[in-house]
Every structure is written in C-alpha cells, then in structure tokens.
C-alpha cells in the first residue's frame, strides 16, 4: 500500500516484505494444520497399544491447539 502513494524504491521494499510476510504465515499456519491431522492419524492407528506412544501423541496435540486468549480486565469503573 505503500508503494502507490509513496513511489520510492523504499516503499516499494516495504510493501514486498510484507507481502513475503504474510505469505510465510499462511505456509506455516497449513502446516501446522497438516501436522496436526497427521498426529491424529497416527493416534487413531496406535489405539491404545503403547501407553508411552500414546501419551506422546496426547502431549503433542495439547502444544499443537491453541491456547485461549487471556481475559482482558475491564480499565474504569
């Protein structure tokens, strides 16, 4: 956005970068999406025979889920 009000080779740097930007966090969210599809098809195949293994994959998918945001306090009376 910047490059079209600004026409300077900086501007135009800036708007590339965050375009790579954003890009690359689109590539890492599918990824994590697809890490996490493949932990639960490996845990749908494990069914219960290890418990090590299993509570791995338990382990692994509770730091793949989001955490829920904190709960803002209310600033005033």
Same mark, same amino acid.
């Given at each position: 956005?910047?490059? @079209?009000? &600004?026409n300077t080779e900086k501007a135009i740097e800036v708007s590339i970068f965050i375009v790579r930007a954003f890009i690359k966090l689109r590539e890492m969210i599918n990824t994590h999406q697809?890490? *996490? *599809?493949?932990? &639960?098809?490996i845990e749908a195949r494990l069914s219960g025979h290890d418990e090590q293994l299993t509570q791995m994959v338990q382990l692994l998918k509770q730091m793949l889920d #989001?955490? #829920? #945001?904190p709960?803002?306090?209310? &600033? @005033?009376f």
């Open positions: 956005m910047a490059a @079209g009000v &600004i697809m890490l *996490k *599809k493949k932990i &639960i098809e #989001p955490k #829920p #945001p709960t803002k306090r209310r &600033i @005033g």
